[in-house]
């Protein structure tokens, strides 16, 4: 800001008109001046509070697209994680599923197993019992021969090789079906 105390004191100190009018006009340009300089100032300072206005309305805009793209992407990384979260269990059940079927077929198939087995022990039990009772048979009826001949003092003779059990024992040479 300019000082006007020395204009001020001229035009108050004169004597004549024109360097009245001269120190007035010297005031009313240094007056001008410091019009000129200050209004141009102001225009700075406008510039640059409208400078301050519109970063702060760029902050203010960055902000809300920020929201919303940190909005989207929650959405889209909850979506994301409730789909995989989905899929997993949906694979998980579908791994289960398969290992209960295959547990379910492993264990008919060990159950068949063992009533295969348990089936065949029985039939080879009762082979052997009759095996066995075909057996005790045959010693019995070999022992009724023995005492029957020598209850009669006659010894049996085998030499058809047939069927035993002929009711004509020695009497037959056929050979038989041995």
């Not at 070999?142 to 069927?163: A, K, Q, V």
């Amino acid at each position: 800001m300019s000082n006007l105390e020395p204009i001020i004191e001229k035009i108050r100190h004169a004597e004549k008109g024109k360097e009245v009018r001269g120190s007035i006009a010297d005031g009313i340009e240094a007056i001008n001046a410091e019009v000129i300089n200050t209004t141009a100032r102001q225009l700075i300072v406008e510039g640059e509070q409208a400078l301050v206005g519109q970063k702060e309305a760029n902050i203010q805009i960055a902000e809300a697209i920020r929201e919303g793209n940190e909005e989207k992407r929650k959405s889209t990384f909850n979506s994301n994680e409730l789909n995989r979260a989905n899929t997993f269990v949906a694979n998980e059940a579908s791994r289960v599923s398969t290992f209960n079927a295959n547990e379910l077929l492993i264990k008919n198939n060990e159950d068949g197993r063992i009533s295969t087995f348990n089936a065949n022990e029985t039939d080879r039990k009762n082979r052997f019992a009759v095996s066995e009772l075909s057996r005790q048979t045959t010693v019995t009826e070999l022992e009724d021969i023995f005492n029957n001949s020598t209850l009669t003092g006659n010894l049996p003779i085998f030499i058809d090789g047939g069927d035993y059990g002929d009711t004509n024992i020695g009497t037959t040479y056929n050979g038989g079906d041995y």
